[in-house]
């Protein structure tokens, strides 16, 4: 099951981390992020130990929605020592998330 970052969290667990994060920006009245959460939670099976993977419910948390210029959901960033590696912006397949994962490690 993937994390839930917050505005409060954010900067210890994303920020801060010492292994790649992805995270998804996204909200409950949006169609395709809740059609991209499934592939978000396998991804953070796959990943558990080696990557977080996490969401950040831009409605709840407008701090890091407005700093990463969060345009239009679902964005997921990709972050390794806190800087972004990474960005996508609509569905994005599950093996292109993988494989930008697998570069950032």
């Known amino acids: 099951m993937a ?4 505005d409060t969290n954010f900067q210890e667990e994303v920020l801060d981390a010492d292994q790649p994060v ?8 949006c169609g395709p992020c809740k059609m991209l959460g499934p592939v ?4 953070a099976g796959e ?3 080696k990557a977080k993977i996490g969401k950040v419910d831009i ?6 929605a407005v700093q990463y210029g969060i345009q239009s959901i679902p964005s997921i960033i990709i972050f390794k020592g806190g800087e972004i590696v990474n960005k996508f912006v609509g569905i ?8 930008a994962l697998d570069e950032a490690m």
């Open 3 to 6: 994390l839930e970052f917050t």
């Open 22 to 29: 992805l995270v998804d920006f996204w909200a409950e009245w």
């Open 40 to 43: 978000i939670d396998e991804l």
């Open 47 to 49: 990943y558990e130990g």
């Open 59 to 64: 409605d709840n948390n407008r701090d890091a």
């Open 92 to 99: 994005t397949a599950k093996d292109q998330l993988a494989q």
